[in-house]
């Protein structure tokens, strides 16, 4: 382990000469006692002048952190982010401390040491006697790069590849490179066709026609791939990354109808190629005027692409004016470019269209037809028509193959089918497996004309994850104790994003693609990991630091509300409050996470046995986790705290979780007030009086490590 960073602290005397009232001396004499000589007093820090001043005495003095007590005015990135680029810094060393307020009811002025700002310069202080510079190294990582698929997506992430440099392997399930895709229309099949001939001219392409893939280990930038060829012949590539484009199965929208595919009941994309050859279609009717009804989004919402489909070739039958055309839909999902426009427009040429908010469609095959009845919701009457034909709109339908592939990816198809998580921060082409990137088909239908946006965005993050074959990486994040884990390998199950493998039968984590979430050391049972810099102790001492003690000036009769927030959602949503005016009810203390995945049930309980009188978590909202899974999980964690806590005699409403956004400013402030007086209403905390008496009985007893070492 490297030795703590050197940090200095700067205080903001708030556009005064000279700050001499009790609270800023106690500011002044917290900062003394944790980094002695290193504290700066400065007249205002929210200007360039002041900025500047903070860059010149960093770097004079050598430090390799500073902690900035300021007004919500001063930014990190800003002013003083600026400033420390101009002075040859790193602008991260900066932490930046909201400890002033303006006086109420003026826009201008001198500030006023905010309530709670020992207490978070006490925190803060804590949390960077853990700061530990990490060493950069080098690492080489293989360059060449999957896709798996065939059609306009992966074609053109092929091309994409070949033309950045990067060596790539096309492995397709069928013999063709553009195979017909008729829900995708003319233009797209001769773009599809062309890509394919430029993709089979290219010299930095490998085709693996009708090839399986047999398994995927490793990981981001060390894949090692088992493929097989259609002769049978086995190869193993070592892979940078893999770009999934191969889509599910499809199978007709039926569900509830009691129909089965016939003669008479034809998929979308069926009939579509049924049209493309229109003597099929004159000689099996022979020649006369159709009748057909359309079932689009019936059973399961259809997508824009299918609706668009539908609406098109509904266009081409009502050309006769002889045809009778039914479109029953669903909700119709008309959010595509034009495609409003085009279900006026097709209605305008004749066809019915019928929509349902509910179900009551039956269909029954008769002598030259197919019989279909429905409840017409506007006239409030059961209606009856026979049709040719019935086209129905295609769903996925995962096969045993497509689900063998997806768990050698190391991914599972969701309730929709596709393999994308119903995830905010997954879009647009992220999976749960760091490396694995998903186009177009695999990660749902969307519209073509946005798959070439994520053939573009899965270059981006391809050059971001390999660069040229050469990365810099920070080595040592996540620590692995060795002598604790017993390889459970609870950590690779819960990583969202397949960052941690196995090596030698232990646990190691892939720099590549750690987000350094800390999901993995909040689930170890045995608490074998720890992330560099955000280890349980400093936590723990942040919450140490939150209550204060008993002697600290009243700090711990105002131990009211711990707050953990989340980095990515509450944390932002709170700045923003406070550099709107808001400020945070009095009593709370504020311990930020980078995920709330790191939540540990230790750290709640600790702030219980500190004399909380309650916890409050802020989190993502389990869909928009920047983590994917570290709202769910904390949210599990939270369930059995909140048992725990029942069983020890405690309300479990003590122990209050929320979700937020980055942007809900307002949101996050009201979140905390509600905790705080739902918490007030129970209470002080049956635990608050014992933590008072140990921290007095702490002041003349020797603490012991668990080899029976003094501690201090």
């Known amino acids: 382990m490297s030795q703590p960073a050197k940090v200095g602290v700067f205080l903001c005397q708030g556009g005064r000469q000279a700050a001499d009232s009790l609270e800023f ?32 005495l960093a770097r004079e003095h050598g430090l390799e952190a500073a902690v900035v007590g300021a007004c919500p005015l001063l930014k990190n ?14 602008p991260d060393m900066a932490l930046v401390l909201d400890l002033c307020q303006k006086p109420a009811g003026r826009a201008s002025g001198t500030c006023q040491v905010a309530p709670g700002a020992q207490a978070a310069l006490s925190q803060a202080l804590c949390s960077q006697a853990f700061r530990h510079p990490l060493a950069s190294e080098g690492r080489r990582v293989a360059t060449r790069v999957l896709v798996v698929g065939d059609g306009l997506t992966a074609l053109l992430a092929a091309r994409g590849l070949a033309a950045a440099g990067y060596p790539v392997s096309l492995l397709t399930p069928v013999r063709r490179l553009a195979p017909p895709a008729p829900l995708l229309g003319p233009e797209a099949a001769e773009l599809a066709a062309a890509l394919a001939r430029e993709v089979e001219a290219a010299s930095g392409v490998e085709l693996l026609r009708q090839g399986q893939l047999l398994s995927l280990s490793g990981g981001a930038g060390d894949f090692r791939a088992q493929v097989r060829d259609r002769g049978g012949e086995q190869h ?25 595919a016939s003669e008479r009941v034809l998929g979308l994309s069926q009939f579509l190629a049924m049209l493309a050859a229109p003597e099929h279609l004159k000689k099996r009717f022979g020649g006369r005027s159709l009748r057909v009804g359309f079932l689009v989004g019936l059973a399961r919402q259809a997508e824009p692409l299918a609706t668009r489909a539908a609406c098109l070739a509904a266009q081409r039958v009502a050309v006769d004016p002889q045809a009778r055309v039914v479109l029953f839909t669903g909700n119709a999902k008309v959010a595509g470019s034009g495609l409003e426009a085009l279900t006026q427009q097709v209605r305008g040429q004749g066809v019915v269209m019928v929509k349902f908010s509910a179900g009551g469609l039956s269909a029954q095959e008769a002598a030259d037809g197919i019989s279909v009845t429905w409840d017409e919701e506007v006239l409030d009457s059961t209606m009856s028509q026979e049709f040719d034909l019935l086209v129905v709109d295609e769903t996925p339908a995962p096969d045993a193959a497509y689900q063998r592939l997806a768990r050698v990816l190391g991914l599972t198809p969701g309730r929709d089918g596709y393999l994308q998580p119903d995830q905010v921060a997954a879009l647009p082409v992220q999976s749960r497996r760091g490396g694995v990137l998903l186009l177009g ?40 104790d060795r002598r604790r884990c017993t390889i459970c390998l609870t950590c690779v199950r819960v990583c969202p994003r397949g960052a941690m493998g196995r090596l030698e039968r232990r646990p190691v984590y892939n720099p590549l693609v750690c987000t350094a979430c800390g999901t993995c050391a909040a689930e170890c049972p045995m608490e074998a990991i720890q992330l560099v810099g955000l280890e349980d102790e400093r936590f723990q001492a ?15 009769g105002e131990r009211s509300l711990l707050v953990f927030l989340c980095a990515n959602s509450a944390a932002q949503a709170f700045r923003a409050a406070r550099l709107a005016g808001a400020e945070a009810p009095p009593g709370a203390r504020l311990v930020e996470v980078p995920c709330a995945g790191k939540l540990d049930p230790d750290m709640v309980l600790a702030a219980f046995r500190r004399g909380f009188d309650g916890v409050l978590v802020l989190s993502c909202f389990p869909d928009a986790c920047h983590s994917l899974t570290g709202s769910t999980w904390a ?76 501690i201090g």
């Open 635 to 710: 949210g599990y964690r939270a369930g059995h705290l909140q048992s725990l806590l029942r069983e020890a005699g405690l309300e479990p409403q003590r122990l209050v979780t929320a979700g937020v956004a980055p942007s809900q400013a307002r949101e996050v402030m009201s979140l905390m007030a509600q905790a705080q007086e739902a918490v007030a209403a129970l209470g002080p905390s049956p635990l608050k009086v014992g933590a008072q008496v140990r921290e007095l009985l702490g002041r003349y007893t020797l603490e012991v490590d668990e080899t029976y070492a003094i």
């Open 542 to 556: 942040e919450i140490g630091a939150a209550a204060g003690r008993v002697g600290d000036l009243g700090q711990a």
């Open 441 to 480: 088909p695999a990660r749902g239908q969307g519209e073509p004309e946005r798959w070439q946006d994520e053939v573009a965005e899965a270059l981006l993050e391809t050059r971001k994850l390999l660069q040229q074959g050469e990365v810099c990486l920070e080595a040592g994040r996540v620590q692995v």
């Open 77 to 90: 990135p800003g002013l003083l982010s600026g400033a420390l680029r101009q002075a040859g810094l790193d």
């Open 25 to 56: 001396k106690q500011l002044r004499w917290t900062a003394d006692a944790a980094v002695g000589g290193l504290v700066f007093e400065l007249p205002q820090t929210c200007q360039a002048e002041g900025a500047a001043a903070i860059a010149r």
């Open 236 to 260: 193993q590539l070592t892979l940078g990354a893999v770009l999934m484009a191969q889509g599910p199965p499809q199978a007709l929208n039926l569900a509830g109808l009691g129909l089965p």
